[in-house]
């Protein structure tokens, strides 16, 4: 599914962005209210903040 997808591509770049010291100072991911909860779990392994917000690209373009 597109959420599976989604969750790959996020744990694959936090996952690189560690081991190759590239990570940002405040790390962040937006998600939107109709994203799996799978983002809680990985974005807690690798130290990130989650934000969540409502469907649409206004919202996300806000954060």
Request: proline share 5%; no cysteine.
């Amino acid at each position: 599914t597109g959420n599976m997808s989604g969750m790959l591509i996020a744990e694959y770049i936090l996952r690189e962005r560690t081991a190759t010291g590239t990570m940002p100072e405040n790390p962040a991911l937006v998600t939107t209210i109709v994203t799996t909860n799978m983002t809680a779990p990985i974005t807690e392994a690798y130290g990130v903040k989650r934000i969540e917000v409502l469907t649409g690209f206004k919202y996300i373009g806000e954060q």
